[in-house]
């Protein structure tokens, strides 16, 4: 088994129950590698001798037996204690490891996110943040060695650290509402999907005043028997606005397994997500953060950089990826001193008073904190966003990449794109592009991008022309039929 192969950007991913399609790549012999091994690059590397770490899971079917693995490796490479907190979310392991908390020098969390119930894998941490790509490596490589590590009869110990988690986030929200039930009178639908983020009605929401009895899939559930918890899926989305209108509540909030992404809809079911939940949370952080950079993903739409600067910030469109937006949002910080949010289309997002940590909960937060302001004054969120408008088309293609192509192939035919769209009347390039190359029009944009994690490219399209999509597409396909003995296109 490749313990290398079980990388995936930052995070560490694999298929942890076999099925005839997918052998297992993550068991829990891989497990208590990798556990030994983080335990091991946290002494070597960052040079703490007796590590305390809290481990935690989402509520995966695999996730009970992996994480006993992981905790196992733990003691093995050396770890002084660890701290099990069963089911928790990915931003909650982070929140333990500061100070003010349990001060804990690492976590992990055993998740795969939003990918499929056969799916598992781990999220790292130590006080500065989530481990990069390049520890990841290098946690990977040790444990892929043959170490022979000493026995330990060591056991974790039991904490719910959730609810801890949970009245951080309560008494943050007295304070900054100056009330302990400021959302009295609210009723307000959380959808948990059966991932790790049901607390948030019942712990979060409940004691604050509002009314949540028409949450759903709150009831942790590896089976995900309703729906997986992703709010970036066009088809749970659709349900869940529905659900919403039908309920006759006044605000809904769905989150992903991990609840490290969230999403929210109005009464009337309209969705609050991508470029519109990147303009709406704008608004809360130049209201506090006048002038603001926001970084966000490079498939923001043409309308939010209008609204963003119409608002006295600045928009900063980067790469896609959650911890690129975020690690370049704070580079950016320690030279403006004036970053104050990363956030991307897919609904992770870190603002800099809560330590650039992607947590959905705490975007539901500043959120549902806005919210109760606007209906004090007899608005709506519609209201504080006028001036930004949703595309009329969008539309998104991906293009295979032959395995007997060159390797080098896809970042070649990213930079022809740039020549291709140059030399067509009407169309220029959308610069700066750190990402790929977009290229503009009068009525549309397109973007053509290498994918993060499979050999392909992935085209992006908008416009606010009725048929305008397809008239982009079609010249794309013009240029990449030259490509024709090196790719695949999906039409």
């Not at 000493?150 to 949970?166: G, M, R």
Request: charged share 25%.
């Amino acid at each position: 088994m490749d313990l290398l192969e079980l990388q995936n950007g930052s995070d560490i991913r694999g298929v942890a129950i076999a099925s005839p399609d997918n052998a297992a790549t993550l068991d829990v012999i891989a497990a208590e590698k990798i556990g030994a091994a983080f335990a091991t690059w946290l002494k070597e590397a960052k040079g703490i001798i007796k590590a305390v770490i809290s481990v935690g899971r989402d509520p995966r079917l695999s996730g009970k037996e992996l994480s006993a693995a992981f905790i196992k490796g733990l003691y093995k490479g050396g770890a002084h204690s660890v701290y099990d907190f069963d089911i928790c979310t990915t931003p909650a392991m982070f929140v333990s490891t500061q100070p003010n908390l349990l001060d804990c020098d690492a976590a992990a969390i055993a998740t795969a996110s939003h990918l499929p119930r056969d799916r598992n894998g781990f999220k790292l941490f130590t006080k500065e943040g989530g481990l990069s790509d390049i520890d990841i490596k290098a946690v990977l490589y040790t444990a892929q060695r043959d170490i022979s590590y000493k026995p330990s009869n060591k056991t974790a110990q039991k904490a719910n650290f959730l609810d801890t988690y949970a009245k951080t986030l309560v008494e943050g929200i007295q304070h900054a509402t100056l009330s302990l039930k400021p959302f009295e009178g609210l009723k307000i639908m959380v959808d948990a999907g059966n991932g790790s983020g049901g607390f948030f009605a019942e712990k979060v929401l409940s004691p604050l005043g509002a009314d949540t009895s028409s949450s759903q899939f709150l009831e942790p559930d590896g089976e995900f028997p309703n729906h997986m918890p992703n709010p970036d899926n066009q088809n749970v989305m659709d349900a869940f606005c529905q659900a919403v209108k039908r309920a006759n509540v006044d605000l809904g909030i769905i989150f992903d397994t991990d609840v490290d992404r969230a999403a929210i809809v109005e009464s009337d079911g309209s969705p609050i997500a991508k470029s519109k939940l990147i303009a709406l949370v704008s608004e809360v952080v130049l209201l506090e953060n006048p002038g603001s950079i926001i970084v966000t993903d490079s498939v923001t739409s043409t309308s939010l950089t209008s609204f963003i600067r119409a608002r006295g910030g600045h928009h900063h469109r980067y790469r896609r990826g959650y911890s690129n937006v975020i690690n370049e949002a704070k580079r950016l910080d320690r030279m403006s001193g004036n970053c104050a949010l990363a956030i991307e289309t897919s609904g992770h997002c870190a603002f800099k008073e809560n330590n650039f940590l992607d947590d959905g909960a705490y975007l539901a937060v500043k959120a549902l904190i806005f919210y109760s302001m606007l209906r004090k004054q007899g608005l709506y969120i519609s209201d504080a966003l006028s001036g930004y408008q949703d595309p009329l088309e969008e539309l998104e293609k991906r293009v295979r990449l032959i395995e007997t192509a060159n390797r080098n192939i896809g970042a070649q035919i990213v930079n022809d794109f740039e020549l291709f769209a140059s030399s067509i009347e009407g169309w220029e390039i959308d610069e700066p592009n750190y990402e790929g190359n977009r290229a503009k029009t009068d009525y549309g944009w397109i973007l053509v991008r290498q994918s993060l994690h499979e050999p392909e490219l992935v085209v992006n399209i908008e416009s606010d022309e009725a048929g305008g999509a397809l008239k982009l597409y079609e010249k794309f396909q013009e240029f990449i039929r030259m490509y024709e003995n090196s790719t695949k296109l999906d039409f």
